[in-house]
């Protein structure tokens, strides 16, 4: 089964988790209207760079689809997926009657996506590494992996099994492509000036395999 995403305690643990977060939140954890127009500014930084308007996008972790339902309104055709049941829950409800983006539980085959965005998840996985070749494995021939995670310390969560500086990060996702890594610094103005700085920041990534990874006669998942 998928790399980290094939255990009952797991999906346990992170309905526990996601259940504890929406808590910490309060009642604008479930106000649809204002978590679409507050997007974390990572996740604005990562629309930017990488917008799925026509594109086959699937959103990896996708917790309660909030950031799934952003792609699908940029003109993507988006699935979210996340281990949590409860998260998986709650985006089906945010998603109300319409028909897309499609939310699910349930792995996805192989060659499916032009893009698969990873928002902060690949901290969290032990080998991630392994993560990275599985999400590789759901592209489409001349797809990329695009996300992010925290530099350093930065966001720390006592669930995070790694500190990434650009050395690390590069190490772990150049066994699957050519790799490109920006560092991105919360406040936008701190990103025009070319020196390493103090403060919060994230690395965005992309991965692009040099082979073809879609077999043929791949069928569409989530459609």
Known sequence: MPHAISSLSAADEYDRQYHAWAERQGPRALDREWRMTHLLWRQRALLRRYPPEGKRVLDFGCMDGIFTIMLQ????????????PAAITQAKAFRADAARPVFTNVPPGPGQFDWIYCNEVIEHVTD??????ELVGY???????VGTTPVGQYFWDPDHKHFYDEEVLKRALSPWGRVRVHRYYRSPLRNFVPIRQKGASVFIFQVTPRSPTAPPGSRPWGS
Request: zero cysteines; glycine letters at 24%.
């Open 73 to 84: 309104k940029l003109g993507g055709e988006a699935v979210g997926y996340d281990i949590s």
């Open 128 to 133: 991630d590494s392994a993560l990275v070749g």
């Open 139 to 145: 592209l489409r021939t001349g797809g990329s992996v």
